[in-house]
């Protein structure tokens, strides 16, 4: 009986079990899958196909077209695999170019890291060993999944454990060039939420949108704002016990913060854009994160794929059609035959590689552009922000250049914790790209120290920081499509070779976007297979 629970998917097995992570720490306990996938490629086949890439795309193909019979090869110029999916533990090395590329502007001169970073020589710069203590690890790349997005139904066919990701906490802060101090998220929002409902509220009461509303619906909006703002029935906001309290209620009832700021201060806030980071569909709560990594899905499909069919170190230097399938030459002159390709390699980068896949092909390939993004890790040695903050999770946002702050949503209450010190983007990012990481080191904790002072800087084990358009191999965080006249191009095969990427949906810089499009991929690739057998 328990062998044919086995055979249904119902048994734990060992192809079930997730893999443990690296660096130590314990494993989590085997996860069986509540139900087989809803993808599934009907018709086997043995044809040769050679994926390009182990990011999340390039593995995602290589397991569903691995599932339908074909012999997948996957080609990985990094030392691991996952691409930006990188989660960092104790003894890894991080390897940055020396300059960031087409940027023509080198690096600083060499400066000690806190915790590595000795130069390499050739074209590398600056490398970081981490030295994370055990059960730390560090999302250096994407952190978090929608409950709306596919990764999800991948995790629970990969048997990858899962755990809630605080995206929004109430208790963290928020801190504007417009403000004076920092403020809790409640706080600030309540001020806001309270002003705005007052001043339409009056308006409403002076008649300022009789053309717009009905008696009754004036009644019906005043009504909303009376509980949205907390304004009551005497239409004015006032504060109260949404903005926090200075003493928290319990035997008694507390001290509340009292009165807001004046209506002038919160407006010269600009509160709009991080107060509703977590509003959009794509950020909504409750949103999830794997049990120990986000690389758990990466390590976890390349389980599946099988290590002898991954083959790292492998930088593809060409691309050719060939009148019976694709060759591809590697770097130090190797070449492979398949009968078709799924290239899953950033566009940047394949606009690079030689080939005969056509101008217009080549053309759509260079068309999306590069963008920086950047993380650091900070590991203290006592997790002051839960015990003196009283934060558990989620993000303090700011117009600062470190963008977020993030607080650990696992190992609440242990000895140790990792605070990601700062995720900025664009114009943030590319500031912190031309630094060393004793430089981006020394700026964040400068910034930091602004919300939450001189703790900030003290107690640090250890720090690793990650510039994405640095990366080896990779040379961007995602990219934006500045013309979508070669998208549509990219989404059908260029001969015998197909492109799969986050880039090609509409979800881009999310894992679901690779995902997405490998799905689609594979399944036009095997169709057409159907079709020419």
Known sequence: MYAAMGVLGLAPTETTAPVPPTGGGP????????????????????????????????????????????????????????????????????????????SGAHTSAPVPPLTAGTPSPGAR????????????????????????????????????????????????????????????VRTARADAYGYISELLAK???????????????????????????????????????????????GVGTGAELGPPPPLTDVLSARLGRVLTMDAGYEQA??????????DAIVRALAARVGAARIRTGTRVTKIMNRPDGVEVTVEGGASLRADYCVAALPPHLLAKIPGNLGADVQSALATPVPLSAGKLGLEYGRRWWEIEDRIYGGATET???????????????????????????????????????????RRALVQGAKIHGRAYAKGILAAVSVAWRRQPHIEG?????????????????????????????????????????????????????????
């Open 285 to 294: 709560m409750p949103m999830f994160q794997p049990v120990g990594g986000m």
């Open 125 to 184: 710069g600056e490398t970081q060993r981490v030295t994370f203590g055990e059960g730390t690890y560090f999302n250096a790349g994407p952190a978090r999944i929608a409950q709306w997005m596919v990764t999800l139904d991948y995790c629970r066919e990969l048997g990858v454990p899962l755990e809630v990701f605080v995206n929004g906490n109430a208790a963290a802060y928020v801190l504007t060039g417009g403000m004076r101090a920092p403020a809790r």
């Open 203 to 249: 308006a409403t009461d002076a008649g300022a949108l009789d053309t717009r509303l009905t008696g009754a619906d004036k009644e019906r909006l005043l009504d909303f704002l009376s509980h949205f703002g907390d304004i009551g029935a005497s239409h004015a906001y006032s504060g109260g016990e949404r903005r926090g309290y200075r003493v928290d209620p």
């Open 27 to 102: 494993s989590p306990a085997p996860f069986v899958p509540p139900q087989r996938s809803d993808f599934t490629l009907r018709g086997g086949s043995a044809a040769k196909v050679l994926v390009l890439g182990a990011g999340v795309a390039g593995l995602a193909c290589a397991y569903e077209l691995g599932k339908a019979g074909y012999d997948c090869t996957v080609l990985e110029a990094r030392d691991r695999v996952g691409g930006r999916s990188m989660t960092l533990r104790g003894g890894d090395v991080v390897s940055e170019l020396a300059e960031v590329p087409g």
């Open 399 to 441: 117009d600062l250049d470190i963008g977020h702050i993030w607080y650990p949503s696992y190992g609440f209450h242990g000895e140790r914790g990792l605070v990601v010190g700062y995720y900025n983007t664009s114009q943030d990012a590319e500031a912190y790209d031309r630094l060393r990481h004793r430089e981006r080191l």
């Open 477 to 533: 965080a995602w990219v934006r499509w500045p013309s979508m006249s070669g998208f549509s191009l990219l989404q059908r095969p260029a001969g015998r070779v197909y492109f799969a990427g986050d880039w090609l949906t509409h979800l881009i810089a999310w894992q679901a976007g690779a995902f997405e499009s490998a799905r689609k991929v594979v399944t036009e690739l095997h169709h057409r297979v159907l079709k020419e057998s």
